[in-house]
């Protein structure tokens, strides 16, 4: 069985300002990470994922996410919070053995992150 | 740029009635899924579909659900006999891969919000 937890519903940050989501897992085999973004009224967009190459791994509006195996966690992080950031983000895994698509991802259940000006 | 489009944006429909959403993935993807959030909870994998036949299945999709692609262009959900607890947003997504490779990214759509009242 896999599962997700997303630490906090809501996180508010200052434009400028570090951005950090939390996310950890529970997967009793290796598991496959991803990192989606909602923006109002649109579908949810792949912003990274980790497939077991590189721990660190690089997204797009620069973001990336670090993949620590000891503390089961797969947090998201972005140097300097921009206004256009605000949006819904979702943490999921998967363990299917493709490591791609969309098959049997479980997602968490979200956190809105909301940018200060 | 191709985007996975999603028909209604909104349904409302009467306990017991069947319903069907609409999906219209993007043209040279071959997986398609579909997905549901109930409202403040987390996203749920449904179904998936490959070769005109569903690839994997989650608890949630009973026989009350059904998917097709009728004419190589759309991908629908059927909910036969819509209950209370069916009400939720209803995501549908394609990938043109789902193995390793580089083309393995889900694009999904906006979204149907079904409300069975």
């Known amino acids: 069985a896999q599962s997700v937890t997303q630490l906090g519903s809501h996180v508010s940050v200052s434009e400028g300002a570090l951005v950090l989501l939390r996310c950890n897992y529970s997967s009793s085999v290796p598991p496959y990470l991803f990192w989606y973004v909602q923006y109002p009224n649109q579908g949810l967009q792949l912003l990274l994922k980790y497939t077991s190459a590189a721990t660190l791994v690089k997204g797009i509006n620069g973001f990336e996410a670090e993949f620590k195996k000891s503390e089961t966690s797969f947090h998201l992080t972005k140097p300097s919070a921009h206004m256009s950031d605000a949006a819904e983000y979702f943490c999921a895994v998967s363990t299917r053995e493709s490591g791609g698509g969309a098959d049997g991802l479980t997602f968490g259940k979200g956190t809105h992150l909301i940018i200060q000006p | 740029e191709p985007e996975v489009t999603q028909t209604p944006s909104h349904q409302v429909t009467q306990m017991g009635q069947e319903v069907i959403l609409r999906c219209v993935p993007i043209?040279?993807?071959?997986?398609f899924y579909w997905y549901r959030q109930i409202l403040g909870q987390k996203v749920e994998f449904l179904v998936s579909?490959?070769?005109?036949?569903?690839?994997?299945k989650s608890e949630i999709f009973d026989d009350q659900f059904s998917v097709e692609r009728p004419d190589g262009s759309n991908f629908t959900l059927k909910i036969r006999s819509t209950k209370l607890e069916d009400s939720a947003m209803y995501f549908c997504a394609s990938s043109e891969d789902r193995g390793r490779g580089t083309n393995t990214e889900a694009f999904f759509g906006q979204g149907t919000r079904l409300t069975v009242v």
């Open positions: 043209s040279n993807h071959l997986y």
């Open positions: 579909f490959y070769n005109n036949e569903i690839s994997e």
